[in-house]
Protein backbone atom coordinates (compact mmCIF):
# COMPACT_ATOMS: atom_id res chain seq x y z
CA UNK A 1 0.00 0.00 0.00
CA UNK A 2 1.22 3.18 -0.40
CA UNK A 3 0.55 6.13 1.96
CA UNK A 4 0.67 10.15 0.88
CA UNK A 5 0.66 12.37 3.41
CA UNK A 6 -0.23 15.94 2.33
CA UNK A 7 0.43 19.62 3.50
CA UNK A 8 -3.71 20.56 3.24
CA UNK A 9 -6.64 19.52 1.00
CA UNK A 10 -5.22 21.02 -2.21
CA UNK A 11 -2.11 19.54 -1.91
CA UNK A 12 -4.47 15.87 -1.55
CA UNK A 13 -6.64 16.63 -4.76
CA UNK A 14 -3.73 17.75 -6.73
CA UNK A 15 -1.58 14.51 -6.06
CA UNK A 16 -4.56 12.01 -6.15
CA UNK A 17 -5.75 14.15 -9.17
CA UNK A 18 -2.37 14.01 -10.84
CA UNK A 19 -2.09 9.79 -10.31
CA UNK A 20 -5.81 9.50 -11.64
CA UNK A 21 -5.41 11.28 -14.69
CA UNK A 22 -2.57 9.54 -15.23
CA UNK A 23 -4.28 6.28 -15.05
CA UNK A 24 -7.17 6.84 -16.88
CA UNK A 25 -5.17 8.78 -20.11
CA UNK A 26 -3.15 5.40 -20.10
CA UNK A 27 -6.59 3.25 -20.45
CA UNK A 28 -8.03 2.50 -23.87
CA UNK A 29 -11.44 2.75 -22.06
CA UNK A 30 -11.26 4.90 -18.83
CA UNK A 31 -13.62 4.00 -16.54
CA UNK A 32 -13.39 5.99 -13.03
CA UNK A 33 -15.30 4.98 -10.06
CA UNK A 34 -16.46 7.80 -8.38
CA UNK A 35 -17.73 8.96 -4.74
CA UNK A 36 -19.77 11.47 -3.16
CA UNK A 37 -19.15 12.99 0.47
CA UNK A 38 -16.71 16.05 1.23
CA UNK A 39 -13.54 13.87 0.67
CA UNK A 40 -13.34 13.97 -2.83
CA UNK A 41 -13.76 17.28 -3.50
CA UNK A 42 -10.31 18.76 -4.02
CA UNK A 43 -9.63 15.63 -6.81
CA UNK A 44 -12.41 16.52 -9.08
CA UNK A 45 -11.47 20.76 -8.82
CA UNK A 46 -8.02 18.95 -10.00
CA UNK A 47 -9.47 16.66 -12.61
CA UNK A 48 -11.83 19.12 -13.54
CA UNK A 49 -9.05 21.98 -13.72
CA UNK A 50 -6.52 19.65 -16.13
CA UNK A 51 -9.60 18.78 -18.48
CA UNK A 52 -10.31 22.50 -18.69
CA UNK A 53 -6.39 23.10 -19.84
CA UNK A 54 -6.58 20.12 -22.51
CA UNK A 55 -4.17 17.88 -20.21
CA UNK A 56 -7.15 15.18 -19.41
CA UNK A 57 -9.70 13.56 -21.96
CA UNK A 58 -12.56 12.40 -20.23
CA UNK A 59 -14.83 12.26 -23.38
CA UNK A 60 -14.89 8.84 -23.70
CA UNK A 61 -14.67 8.22 -19.99
CA UNK A 62 -17.47 5.76 -18.41
CA UNK A 63 -18.37 7.13 -14.52
CA UNK A 64 -19.91 4.52 -11.47
CA UNK A 65 -21.07 6.27 -8.32
CA UNK A 66 -20.65 4.05 -5.38
CA UNK A 67 -23.69 4.33 -3.85
CA UNK A 68 -26.96 5.68 -3.60
CA UNK A 69 -29.72 6.38 -0.89
CA UNK A 70 -33.10 4.10 -0.61
CA UNK A 71 -35.99 6.01 -1.56
CA UNK A 72 -34.40 9.11 -3.31
CA UNK A 73 -35.08 10.12 -6.86
CA UNK A 74 -32.09 10.92 -8.64
CA UNK A 75 -33.52 14.58 -9.26
CA UNK A 76 -33.46 15.01 -5.20
CA UNK A 77 -30.60 17.26 -4.10
CA UNK A 78 -29.46 15.10 -1.21
CA UNK A 79 -29.23 12.10 -3.25
CA UNK A 80 -26.18 10.76 -4.70
CA UNK A 81 -26.74 10.51 -8.29
CA UNK A 82 -27.75 14.45 -7.98
CA UNK A 83 -24.46 15.20 -5.92
CA UNK A 84 -22.30 13.69 -8.79
CA UNK A 85 -24.31 15.61 -11.12
CA UNK A 86 -23.11 18.69 -9.42
CA UNK A 87 -19.71 17.81 -8.23
CA UNK A 88 -18.43 15.80 -11.21
CA UNK A 89 -20.34 15.60 -14.54
CA UNK A 90 -21.55 19.28 -14.94
CA UNK A 91 -17.56 20.39 -13.56
CA UNK A 92 -15.82 17.78 -16.24
CA UNK A 93 -18.29 18.56 -18.72
CA UNK A 94 -19.15 15.08 -19.55
CA UNK A 95 -22.83 13.77 -21.02
CA UNK A 96 -24.98 12.56 -18.27
CA UNK A 97 -25.19 9.38 -20.18
CA UNK A 98 -21.64 8.24 -19.46
CA UNK A 99 -22.27 8.35 -15.96
CA UNK A 100 -24.04 5.49 -13.54
CA UNK A 101 -25.44 5.59 -10.38
CA UNK A 102 -26.90 2.61 -8.44
CA UNK A 103 -30.64 2.93 -8.40
CA UNK A 104 -32.26 3.99 -4.88
CA UNK A 105 -36.10 3.43 -6.69
CA UNK A 106 -35.93 0.72 -8.74
CA UNK A 107 -39.22 -1.40 -8.28
CA UNK A 108 -37.16 -4.48 -8.10
CA UNK A 109 -33.53 -3.18 -6.13
CA UNK A 110 -31.89 -6.61 -6.45
CA UNK A 111 -32.23 -7.11 -9.99
CA UNK A 112 -30.83 -3.22 -10.33
CA UNK A 113 -28.14 -4.05 -8.21
CA UNK A 114 -27.06 -7.09 -10.68
CA UNK A 115 -27.27 -4.78 -13.32
CA UNK A 116 -25.23 -2.05 -12.23
CA UNK A 117 -22.50 -4.98 -11.69
CA UNK A 118 -23.38 -5.87 -15.21
CA UNK A 119 -22.85 -2.58 -16.42
CA UNK A 120 -19.32 -2.06 -15.04
CA UNK A 121 -18.22 -5.22 -16.13
CA UNK A 122 -19.34 -4.35 -19.66
CA UNK A 123 -18.04 -1.48 -19.43
CA UNK A 124 -14.58 -3.17 -18.90
CA UNK A 125 -14.22 -2.71 -15.12
CA UNK A 126 -12.58 -0.17 -13.27
CA UNK A 127 -8.99 1.84 -13.83
CA UNK A 128 -9.37 3.67 -10.90
CA UNK A 129 -11.73 3.90 -7.79
CA UNK A 130 -11.59 6.84 -5.63
CA UNK A 131 -12.89 6.36 -2.05
CA UNK A 132 -13.90 8.47 1.12
CA UNK A 133 -13.69 6.65 4.07
CA UNK A 134 -16.31 6.79 6.68
CA UNK A 135 -15.60 8.11 10.86
CA UNK A 136 -16.45 4.16 11.49
CA UNK A 137 -14.04 3.02 8.71
CA UNK A 138 -16.75 2.16 6.02
CA UNK A 139 -16.03 2.50 2.08
CA UNK A 140 -19.04 3.08 -0.02
CA UNK A 141 -21.61 2.51 2.38
CA UNK A 142 -20.09 -0.90 3.38
CA UNK A 143 -20.57 -0.44 7.23
CA UNK A 144 -18.91 -2.65 9.94
CA UNK A 145 -19.44 -6.26 9.65
CA UNK A 146 -20.01 -6.25 5.69
CA UNK A 147 -18.94 -9.29 4.09
CA UNK A 148 -15.82 -8.80 2.68
CA UNK A 149 -16.73 -10.66 -0.55
CA UNK A 150 -20.53 -8.54 -1.05
CA UNK A 151 -21.54 -7.36 -4.28
CA UNK A 152 -23.77 -4.33 -5.12
CA UNK A 153 -26.78 -4.27 -2.53
CA UNK A 154 -28.81 -3.34 -0.21
CA UNK A 155 -27.45 -2.20 3.52
CA UNK A 156 -28.79 -0.46 6.51
CA UNK A 157 -27.25 2.38 8.15
CA UNK A 158 -25.62 2.69 11.17
CA UNK A 159 -26.61 5.52 13.42
CA UNK A 160 -23.07 6.69 13.77
CA UNK A 161 -23.12 7.21 9.44
CA UNK A 162 -26.53 8.70 10.11
CA UNK A 163 -25.36 11.37 12.45
CA UNK A 164 -21.72 12.06 10.44
CA UNK A 165 -24.35 12.98 7.40
CA UNK A 166 -26.93 14.51 8.70
CA UNK A 167 -25.16 17.77 8.04
CA UNK A 168 -26.41 17.28 4.23
CA UNK A 169 -29.99 16.74 5.66
CA UNK A 170 -32.61 19.37 7.16
CA UNK A 171 -34.94 17.07 7.99
CA UNK A 172 -35.29 12.83 8.52
CA UNK A 173 -31.82 11.32 7.26
CA UNK A 174 -32.39 8.07 4.83
CA UNK A 175 -32.23 4.72 6.78
CA UNK A 176 -30.95 2.35 3.86
CA UNK A 177 -28.58 2.41 0.88
CA UNK A 178 -27.55 0.52 -2.28
CA UNK A 179 -24.15 0.28 -1.98
CA UNK A 180 -21.30 -1.35 -4.15
CA UNK A 181 -19.73 -4.04 -2.46
CA UNK A 182 -16.65 -4.71 -0.77
CA UNK A 183 -15.98 -7.43 -3.48
CA UNK A 184 -17.24 -5.04 -6.26
CA UNK A 185 -14.92 -2.76 -4.64
CA UNK A 186 -12.01 -4.61 -4.78
CA UNK A 187 -12.22 -5.86 -8.50
CA UNK A 188 -10.89 -2.30 -9.30
CA UNK A 189 -7.44 -2.11 -10.58
CA UNK A 190 -6.27 0.81 -9.00
CA UNK A 191 -7.74 1.83 -5.67
CA UNK A 192 -7.22 5.95 -4.16
CA UNK A 193 -8.26 6.43 -1.06
CA UNK A 194 -8.67 9.76 0.39
CA UNK A 195 -9.44 11.39 3.89
CA UNK A 196 -9.61 14.98 5.48
CA UNK A 197 -9.34 15.86 9.25
CA UNK A 198 -8.46 14.61 12.47
CA UNK A 199 -12.14 12.85 12.73
CA UNK A 200 -10.75 10.75 10.09
CA UNK A 201 -7.37 9.47 11.58
CA UNK A 202 -8.52 6.72 13.91
CA UNK A 203 -10.48 5.19 10.60
CA UNK A 204 -7.10 5.88 8.57
CA UNK A 205 -5.45 4.35 11.29
CA UNK A 206 -7.59 1.19 11.63
CA UNK A 207 -7.56 1.08 8.15
CA UNK A 208 -4.09 1.22 6.93
CA UNK A 209 -2.12 -0.14 9.42
CA UNK A 210 -4.77 -2.28 11.87
CA UNK A 211 -5.87 -6.08 11.57
CA UNK A 212 -7.69 -6.87 8.27
CA UNK A 213 -11.33 -7.08 9.93
CA UNK A 214 -14.88 -6.69 9.07
CA UNK A 215 -15.05 -4.26 12.18
CA UNK A 216 -12.78 -1.71 9.84
CA UNK A 217 -14.12 -2.73 6.14
CA UNK A 218 -11.36 -0.29 5.05
CA UNK A 219 -8.81 -2.59 6.33
CA UNK A 220 -10.30 -4.36 2.68
CA UNK A 221 -7.64 -2.20 1.15
CA UNK A 222 -4.56 -3.82 2.57
CA UNK A 223 -5.33 -7.10 0.73
CA UNK A 224 -5.31 -5.06 -2.89
CA UNK A 225 -2.30 -4.66 -5.12
CA UNK A 226 -2.30 -0.96 -6.08
CA UNK A 227 -4.00 1.02 -3.44
CA UNK A 228 -2.92 4.71 -2.78
CA UNK A 229 -4.14 6.44 0.40
CA UNK A 230 -3.72 10.36 0.06
CA UNK A 231 -4.60 12.10 3.64
CA UNK A 232 -4.06 15.53 4.93
CA UNK A 233 -1.73 15.74 8.10
CA UNK A 234 -4.78 15.74 10.43
CA UNK A 235 -5.95 12.24 8.70
CA UNK A 236 -2.25 11.02 9.15
CA UNK A 237 -1.89 12.18 12.74
CA UNK A 238 -2.07 8.59 14.42
CA UNK A 239 -0.24 6.75 11.44
CA UNK A 240 2.22 4.83 13.50
CA UNK A 241 4.35 4.37 10.17
CA UNK A 242 4.17 8.33 8.99
CA UNK A 243 7.47 8.84 8.88
CA UNK A 244 8.56 6.19 6.87
CA UNK A 245 5.54 6.97 4.82
CA UNK A 246 6.94 10.30 3.82
CA UNK A 247 10.10 9.24 3.49
CA UNK A 248 9.29 6.48 1.36
CA UNK A 249 7.82 9.41 -0.99
CA UNK A 250 10.65 12.05 -0.52
CA UNK A 251 13.28 9.30 -1.55
CA UNK A 252 13.40 8.02 -5.32
CA UNK A 253 9.89 6.63 -5.01
CA UNK A 254 10.10 2.97 -6.14
CA UNK A 255 6.66 2.62 -8.10
CA UNK A 256 4.44 1.11 -7.70
CA UNK A 257 4.80 0.61 -4.03
CA UNK A 258 2.54 -1.92 -3.42
C1 LIG B 1 -19.90 8.24 -0.45
C2 LIG B 1 -19.22 7.15 0.21
C3 LIG B 1 -18.83 7.23 1.65
C4 LIG B 1 -18.03 8.50 1.94
C5 LIG B 1 -17.64 8.54 3.42
C6 LIG B 1 -16.86 9.81 3.76
O1 LIG B 1 -20.18 7.92 -1.80
O2 LIG B 1 -19.00 6.18 -0.43
O3 LIG B 1 -18.04 6.11 1.96
O4 LIG B 1 -16.89 8.53 1.15
O5 LIG B 1 -18.79 8.48 4.20
O6 LIG B 1 -17.65 10.92 3.55
P1 LIG B 1 -17.03 12.39 3.64
O7 LIG B 1 -16.02 12.47 2.56
O8 LIG B 1 -18.18 13.31 3.44
O9 LIG B 1 -16.40 12.48 5.00
Known amino acids: MEVIICQNEDEVGRIAGERIAQ ?9 LG ?9 IYAELARRVKNGDLDVSKAQFFALDEYLGLQPDDPNSYAETIRRTVTVPLGVDPVQVHTPSGTASDIMAAC ?17 LGIGSNGHIGFNEPGSSFASRTRMKT ?9 ARFFSGFVPTH ?42 SILQFHRFATVVVDEAAASKLQLADYYRDADQLEPARPQD
Request: with cysteine; glycine share 8%; charged share 20%.
Open 34 to 42: VATGSSPLA
Open 157 to 165: LTARTREDN
Open 114 to 130: ADYERSIRDAGGVDVQI
Open 23 to 31: ILTASSRPV
Open 177 to 218: CVTQGLGTIMDARHLVLTALGAKKADAIAAAVEGPVSAMCPA
